[in-house]
């Protein structure tokens, strides 16, 4: 949904991508809590919002898209030579 990749997130945030496939998989030790902060921040600028345990209903921590604030634009069919900015 996001199109996030490793190598986006790497780039997104300045951290390697080693290092991000690391902490992913519980082996990110030489990951600093910076590291760790970098990543959720960047998360965040991207669409993640992070829960808190039984922050939305019953059950642990865990993630859900931030819902899309955009405009879609128009339908192809709606174009014009009126509306053709």
């Known amino acids: 949904m996001l199109d996030l ?3 986006r997130l790497s ?7 080693l ?3 690391q902490i992913e998989s519980g082996n990110g030790y030489e990951a600093t809590p910076g590291d760790h902060a970098m990543l959720r921040q960047t998360l965040e600028r991207l ?13 642990g921590a865990g993630l859900r898209l931030v819902a899309a604030d955009h405009q879609e634009g128009m339908r ?4 014009n ?3 053709n900015d």
């Open 5 to 7: 990749t490793i190598d």
């Open 11 to 17: 780039q997104e945030s300045g951290i390697n991508a």
């Open 19 to 21: 290092l991000i496939l």
């Open 47 to 59: 669409g993640i919002l992070f829960l808190d345990s039984g922050q939305a209903g019953p059950g």
């Open 76 to 79: 192809p069919e709606e174009l």
């Open 81 to 83: 030579s009126a509306n």
